[in-house]
């Protein structure tokens, strides 16, 4: 495992901008933007602010011990699919269940979690694919003491990208489970983007004012971005990726682009650019920031 220290890993807050390009300008697909970086600062100053929260499932996250950080952090990041007001009604009824949702798992026999799972659903996502989760999670923080350890476990010198370790956390958790594991924890080897995962790494490594965080293990440098519609989006609209597929080589690609602005923390705009797509913003974005026509407009979330 390599270790990284809270006082070394870089510090994502944003009370100072992130260096970027000589005037702002980027390169991608044969084009340039010149006015792309200051036009994600006007973003980023716009949206990532604690009172945007209210309807973003990250909202369940903050407020809470770092222990039950981590596991609310999970529970709400995997349930993130559908619209807005179904997942914050299904997160909260899940959480409502468990209170202390770290303490819980670790008191409660598997019978007694499926018990407070009840006949919980969301979407395509069944009470018995969140119970053998639940269990998943249990066990690794039997044996690791936090999620945030046995993640790190994961994490090898050289690694570019949290994706080598996200799929051996996956693997810890859900390598078990008997029935389901795998459709709320999909693995990176598979293809998948794993926006889900994405976000629960976002909430956790980086700290600001959207962004509760409280691990110091992983650096956010190493993040990939949550690649959703709206982000795959962006990351076509400005030359970032030619990939139709929002899968997992089209999130390293666009993850790459933004580390060219902001290297030590290339998700820093991954929160405003989901929520201006969610409005239906994205296509001014993409004139403002010179990177002119995707006259598209934005699918709802």
């Keep these: 495992m390599r270790k990284h220290s809270r006082t070394s890993a870089p510090d994502p807050r944003g009370e100072t901008p992130p260096r970027f390009a000589a005037g ?3 390169q991608a697909g044969g ?7 200051a036009e994600l600062e006007r973003l980023y100053r716009l949206y990532n602010r604690r009172d945007r929260v209210a309807n973003d499932p990250v909202r369940f996250v903050h407020g809470l011990d770092p222990p039950d950080r981590e596991v609310a952090a999970l529970i709400a990041s995997s349930l993130a699919y559908g619209r807005v007001g179904q997942i914050l009604a299904s997160v ?19 019978a007694r979690i499926r018990r407070a799972v009840g006949r919980f659903r969301h979407r395509f996502t069944t009470a018995a694919d969140m119970a053998a989760m639940l269990a998943g999670v249990k066990d690794a923080l039997a044996r690791w003491g936090s999620l945030e350890r046995c993640f790190a476990e994961g994490m ?32 990176p080897g598979r293809g998948s983007a794993c926006k889900r ?10 700290s600001d004012e959207v962004d509760p965080g409280g691990w110091g293990l992983v650096p956010a440098s190493m993040l990939v971005v949550p690649l959703d519609t709206h982000l795959h989006r ?20 666009v993850t790459e682009a933004f580390r060219r602005l902001a290297p030590a923390d290339p998700v820093r705009y991954d929160f405003a650019l989901a929520h201006l797509g969610i409005g239906g913003g994205t ?9 002119g026509g995707d006259e598209r407009p934005d699918p709802g979330a």
Aim: charged share 25%; no cysteine; net charge positive.
């Design 24 to 26: 702002g300008r980027v």
């Design 31 to 37: 084009r340039s933007f010149p006015r792309l970086a």
């Design 92 to 110: 909260g009824r899940l959480l409502g269940a468990m209170p202390a949702p770290a303490a819980f798992l670790a008191q409660s026999s598997r």
């Design 156 to 187: 090898r010198t050289g690694d570019e990208t949290i994706v080598p370790a996200l799929g051996a956390f996956v693997e810890r958790i859900a390598g078990r489970a008997p029935r389901g594991g795998f459709s709320l924890l999909p693995p």
């Design 197 to 206: 995962l994405n976000l629960f790494l976002r909430w956790m490594v980086r």
């Design 234 to 253: 962006v990351g076509r609209g400005l030359g970032f990726t030619g990939r139709r597929s929002a899968d997992l080589r089209a999130a390293v690609e």
């Design 283 to 291: 296509a001014e974005f993409l004139r403002r920031a010179g990177g």
